[in-house]
């Protein structure tokens, strides 16, 4: 078997290579693939046939290779050679191997395969770098490869996070490797930066072809810096970590650029991407983006909201309702998410139970004590809470100073405190203003539970660092593509108008309703003494609900027959 894999390695070495930007399959013989580098290649893996690939004519001035392999979400494996060992292979769904090249070395060979059932759809690449290039992963001592240059991603619904091991300065072939650990001065890799890069794919895209396509564009050094959005520089003394927001549904690639500032290198680790759900769960698949019970609840939410939201000042009740509504559902979903282990559902369905009492409760306060002041308070702080969530949702959110919980709730507290206290002279606009955009965001929320759009963090966010004390590292960027710059447009559209109209309508009209509970105990009072009130006469309670009786009892009753009943006289 040796002699033949040499025979055929000498076949291949006498082939013309293969040229183009992105390669489709070709095997050069059986069980065979061959590579060029800097050249993605389309593979299609099979369980049973583990696949060899060869690259050849790697040019001298080339000290390591990266060798990477992707695919959306079944695993494939990467190994040295044809026995798997975790120092030498590597599975997932984004992995890479690096290749330090001996004296002379002008070839080299990996092997791919998968363990899954069905075909695996891949895209695959060499990269080759320079002696003077910094080496991805060299210095890892956490994970199984001995040379590392693979980013670890996990996630869960609140935050994702990537790890990645140290690189280590480049070397000449041949030459050892310099020490990782024993000197920390400009000549030793504690002079390298890690910039990391978060790329978007397109909104609602969770197609195969669609992130092979983009994937290529986070591969090499010049197109993840040219495309992707730089989020943090990490220096060799940081924590080589970093957490992200949780976008379930939407498709996120990360990289990593480790740069040289001492000689102006770079290279770059194997991107990994995520889309914060699974393909293969039962329920709640990366298809579906919310659960039917989300779905009625916020669709129920909006259609209170839009009517909150063109006439909540007329409807005053309805608007407290509303407010009182938000400020108990808020608060309970939190205690009780933190609190017990119930299931989703369940939980949801407790807070639509909590917040309609906390409405009524707010609703029954002002009819029996009429305390303008106390309703127009937390009108104010959910307008307050509202405008704190969207100063962090801009970048402000993800500065260093606001990773602490105190700066952060305290920053957050003043501002949703700071709008009641600016508008205690203008209640009425105060009012308008709240239901238009808070009526109006109603909508928003609901719209994401059919089609993802990045507004909704706007408030999501703050829940999730409200649940989550690891959140608070979290960098929140989101996308904002068409789907959100339309949603945009429809949100301001209507709360502009629902502003507007509120304003035009209620221009001449009292500031607010009067006491409730005092006009019906005056309207009492004039029933009592004026006895030339038709209302005066109405009967007892207990007499109208006995006379009622009665007329139903009638219903019941046999009739009469009708005619003369005494007897003839002679």
């Known amino acids: 078997m040796g002699l ?137 001592l956490e994970f199984d490869l001995d040379i590392d240059p693979n980013i670890y991603l996990a996630y869960d619904f609140f935050e994702t996070t990537i790890k990645f091991a140290p690189a280590n300065l480049g070397y000449e072939r041949g030459t050892d490797p310099p020490p990782c650990d024993i000197r920390t001065g400009q000549d030793s890799r504690w002079r390298l930066q890690y910039d990391v890069y978060q790329y978007f794919l397109p909104e609602n895209d969770l197609t195969e072809e669609g992130l092979l396509k983009h994937l290529q564009r986070m591969a090499e050094v010049p197109q993840v810096t040219a495309n992707a959005i730089k989020v943090v520089t990490l220096t060799a003394n940081d924590k080589t970590s970093v957490s992200f927001s949780s976008l379930r549904g ?33 329920e709640s698949d990366c298809s579906s983006l919310g659960r039917v019970s989300t779905k009625v609840f916020f669709t129920l939410f909006a ?127 105060l009012n308008i203003l709240t239901c238009g955009f808070i009526g109006s965001y109603s909508v928003v929320l609901a719209v994401d539970s059919y089609l993802y759009t990045s507004l909704s963090y706007i408030t999501l966010n703050v829940l999730k660092r409200a649940l989550n004390t690891h959140f ?42 009067p006491h409730p509970y005092k006009l019906w105990k005056r309207e009492r009072e004039r029933r009592v003494t004026n006895i030339l009130d038709p209302s005066y006469h109405i009967p007892p309670l207990r007499e109208r609900l006995y006379g009622q009786l009665t007329q139903i009892r009638e219903l019941f009753q046999k009739e009469q027959p009708a005619g003369e009943r005494t007897p003839l006289l002679l």
């Open 303 to 429: 259609v209170l909201g839009l009517f909150i939201c063109f006439f909540g000042h007329r409807f005053w009740k309805t608007e407290l309702f509303f407010i009182g509504f938000i400020f108990m559902g808020f608060f309970f979903y939190i205690m009780i998410t933190r609190l017990t282990p119930i299931e989703y559902d369940v939980r949801l369905i407790l807070t639509a139970i909590a917040g309609s009492i906390g409405g009524i409760f707010l609703v029954a306060a002002w009819w029996r004590f009429g305390i303008l002041m106390l309703c127009m308070l937390c009108v104010g702080l959910v307008l307050g809470f509202f405008i704190s969530s969207v100063t962090f949702f801009t970048p402000l959110g993800n500065l260093t100073v606001f990773r602490n919980d105190d700066v952060f709730w305290v920053t957050f507290s003043c501002i949703a405190i700071l709008i009641p206290v600016i508008f205690m002279g203008c209640l009425r606009i």
């Open 250 to 282: 939407q498709g996120v690639i990360y990289n990593v650029i480790v740069w040289d500032p001492f000689l102006n290198t770079s290279a770059a680790y194997v991107p990994v991407h995520t889309y914060a759900c699974s393909f293969e769960a039962a």
């Open 4 to 140: 033949l894999r040499l025979l055929a390695l000498a076949v291949l070495a006498t082939q013309p290579g293969v040229a183009g930007g992105a390669e489709t399959v070709g095997n050069s013989s059986v069980g065979i693939i061959e590579f060029s580098v800097g050249k993605f290649r389309y593979l299609e893996l099979n369980r049973p046939f583990p696949e060899e690939a060869i690259l050849r004519h790697i040019s001298s001035n080339v000290t390591f290779l990266i060798f990477q392999i992707h695919s959306q979400h079944q695993n494939t494996t990467i190994s040295f050679s044809n026995t798997l060992l975790p120092s030498t292979s590597g599975t997932g769904t984004d992995k890479g191997l690096v290749f330090i090249l001996r004296p002379e070395q002008s070839m080299c060979s990996w092997y791919l395969e998968t363990l899954d059932a069905e075909p695996v759809q891949n895209v695959a690449i060499p990269l080759s770098y320079s002696e003077r290039d910094p080496i991805p992963g060299a210095c890892n």
């Open 472 to 513: 608070r590292g979290a960098f929140t960027n989101v996308p904002f593509q068409t789907n959100d710059f339309i949603i945009l447009a429809v949100w301001g559209m209507l709360a502009v108008s629902g502003i507007t109209l509120q304003m035009r309508r209620e221009g001449g009209r009292p500031l607010f309703p």
